[in-house]
């Protein structure tokens, strides 16, 4: 395992705020598998998961901690919450 692998921002907030990757995929809609995913760099979330998890960390963590160019961190409060299990508009 590379230290690098311990460092990911979303395994840090997780850590922080005492949570499971089970509890925080609850809260975002995804196993916790995808979380761990997540964290160790084996996949990234999809545009709706980022948005999840940037309306769940307040906007701390946000498009480009997933190496992607930053689309989710302009719309965390500009738009209705998206609960667990629910369709994007449109």
């Known amino acids: 395992m590379r230290p690098s692998d311990w ?3 979303l395994r840090r907030w997780r850590l922080d705020n005492n949570l ?3 509890q925080l995929g609850k809260m ?3 196993t916790k598998f995808a979380i761990s995913d997540y964290e160790y760099r084996r996949r990234r979330p999809k545009w709706l998961t980022r948005r999840r998890i940037a309306e769940v960390t307040g906007g701390a ?3 480009a901690d997933f190496g992607l160019p930053n689309e989710t961190q302009s719309v965390v409060g500009s738009r209705p919450s998206i609960t667990a299990g629910s ?3 449109g």
């Open 7 to 9: 460092d990911h921002p």
């Open 20 to 22: 499971t990757g089970e």
């Open 28 to 30: 975002i809609g995804v």
């Open 61 to 63: 963590l946000g498009d």
């Open 87 to 89: 369709e994007p508009p």
